[in-house]
Antibody, heavy 118, light 106 residues
Framework: QVQLVESGGGVVQPGTSLRLSCAAS????????MHWVRQAPGKGLERVAI????????NYADSVRGRFTISRDNSKNTLYLQMDSLRPEDTAVYYC???????????WGQGTLVTVSS | EIVLTQSPATLSLSPGERAILSCRAS??????LAWYQQKPGQAPRLLIS???NRATGIPARFSGSGSGTDFTLTIGGLEPEDFASYYC?????????FGQGTKVEI
């Protein structure tokens, strides 16, 4: 069965960096676009970034463009999110997610909490 | 950026009643709309894709309709496990945004 397991979350100070990882299994990882979606405490969902299966297309939300970088290693079935210049408003649960029909999500990880606070 | 507006923000109903949730897009998105259910402390779950296609394993009481700018998620006969938050999301063009959500409460 499809499994997505995020890691790397934690408490960091504003202006610092963090890298999230997502280990995928149960499907052909190299064939699917992947997403990072976040949810601030008590708030709605925001798609942070997506990366195409072949690494050639990367799209970012305006709120993170220039600060976050999405990448993947198809040989390791792993998705990454490098987050630099973190801000308090980046505090959220970050979900790794598998694409469905190029735009939707049919499988989600359990999420990893990132807290940016001084 | 296409804005999705969901209404109502909260829907108070009893088990067995029908729920009708609305999602309106700021411009036409054809049928490129999905619905997700999210329960507290859990990741969202895909219910409907492309406006009316039920995802694998989703009960028939969940149905979606609409095209262009106006969409509806209908839950025919609420079960106890259906009390949750629901989000719409489009994939018409980037950024693929979500609505702000509708909470269905008892």
């Amino acid at each position: 069965q499809v499994q997505l397991v995020e890691s790397g979350g934690g408490v960091v100070q504003p202006g610092t960096s963090l890298r999230l990882s997502c280990a995928a299994s149960g499907f052909t990882f190299s064939s699917y676009t992947m997403h990072w979606v976040r949810q601030a405490p008590g708030k709605g969902l925001e798609r942070v970034a997506i990366i195409s299966h072949h690494n050639k297309i990367k799209n970012y939300a305006d709120s993170v463009r220039g600060r976050f970088t999405i990448s993947r290693d198809n040989s390791k079935n792993t998705l990454y999110l490098q987050m630099d210049s973190l801000r308090p408003e980046d505090t959220a649960v970050y979900y790794c997610a598998k694409d469905h029909k190029y735009g939707y999500v049919d499988y989600w990880g359990q999420g990893t909490l990132v807290t940016v606070s001084s | 950026e296409i804005v999705l507006t969901q209404s109502p923000a909260t829907l108070s109903l009893s088990p067995g009643e029908r729920a009708i949730l609305s999602c309106r897009a700021s411009q036409s998105i054809s049928s490129y709309l999905a619905w997700y259910q999210q329960k507290p402390g859990q990741a969202p779950r895909l219910l409907i894709s492309d406006a009316s296609n039920r995802a694998t394993g989703i009960p028939a009481r969940f149905s979606g309709s609409g095209s262009g700018t106006d969409f509806t998620l209908t839950i025919g006969g609420l079960e106890p496990e259906d009390f949750a938050s629901y989000y719409c999301q489009h994939r018409s063009n980037w950024p693929w945004t979500f609505g702000q959500g509708t909470k269905v409460e008892i």
